[in-house]
């Protein structure tokens, strides 16, 4: 026998205790109050790993609960007999024999890959934007080069932006001895001059966000607004409603022109 393995061993010769089962019971039954308590005083990263845990414990319930329930449905659904209720099954004209179930399965299957293909297609078709090329920008042509002492060429580690940029509105500067990227006022932009495809009409709306700056990640981090950038602008002025019946308050829109050049943001609504 394995070092280390003399509780098995002590089992073995004279057996468990005689309320073990009792004591088993009580133990699971604590179980939710412990797993609570727990809930309650954990914090950080042990709070992060103990509620992911928690969370695919419910996933798991929610599946077998479904499972349970469609087997439960079919059994329904089969040959007469009375169910849990104590009412009479009804015999269902047609009912396919639980060799043939498979195949229903497979018809699932497929009609699910098929609904997916087609919102893969939709969804290509939402991005096909107005500018699908544009000329990617340097870091000479977005930043210049601030020094902040003399001599000493290590001082240029300062940028300034000199193109339209986009800061929310609960942005707040850092101390000027810790600024890496100036952000000057002048450039900042808020609202933008969108224009819908399909109603041929252009709003003034508030930008949310950058979504995407084709010139990189960087520029999308920093909020700058080139040709060709992807910004989310809040529609909700525009009473945009989904097939669902729901309130369209955001949208994504195409800038297609140089507001460094024009002073304002021009973009085309992605519809």
């Not at 309650?40 to 798991?60: C, Q, S, Y």
């Not at 001599?151 to 300062?158: D, L, N």
């Not at 100036?182 to 932009?189: E, F, K, N, S």
């Amino acid at each position: 026998m394995p070092q280390g393995d003399y509780i098995e061993l002590h089992r073995r010769r004279h057996g468990r205790r005689l309320d073990h089962e009792e004591r088993l019971r009580k133990r699971e039954a604590r179980e939710p109050r412990r797993i609570a308590e727990r809930s309650r005083t954990l914090t950080g990263i042990r709070a992060k790993l103990h509620n992911r845990e928690r969370f695919r414990d419910k996933v798991r319930l929610r599946k077998a609960a479904a499972v349970q329930a469609q087997r439960q449905a079919r059994r329904r659904q089969g040959a007469g007999g009375r169910d849990e209720d104590g009412e009479e099954r009804r015999v269902v004209e047609g009912a396919l024999p639980a060799y043939l179930l498979d195949r229903e399965e497979t018809q699932r299957a497929k009609i699910l890959s098929n609904t997916i293909k087609e919102k893969r297609k939709e969804k290509g078709g939402k991005w096909s934007v107005p500018l699908p090329r544009v000329r990617p920008l340097a870091d000479d042509e977005i930043f210049r080069v601030v020094r902040t002492g003399k001599k000493s060429k290590k001082r240029e580690w300062k940028r300034m932006v000199t193109k339209m940029s986009f800061v929310g509105d609960s942005y707040t500067r850092k101390p000027p001895k810790y600024e890496r990227f100036i952000r000057p006022m002048g450039l900042r932009v808020k609202r933008a001059n969108v224009t819908h495809p399909e109603l041929k009409a252009t709003f003034s709306l508030d930008i949310i966000g950058v979504k995407k700056n084709p010139s990189g990640p960087m520029y999308t981090q920093l909020g700058v607004v080139t040709r060709g950038t992807i910004v989310e602008v809040n529609v909700s002025e525009l009473g945009l409603v989904t097939t669902s019946g729901k309130v369209v308050w955001g949208k994504y829109a195409q800038v297609t022109n140089n507001p460094e050049v024009d002073g304002t943001v021009n973009a085309v609504l992605l519809v």
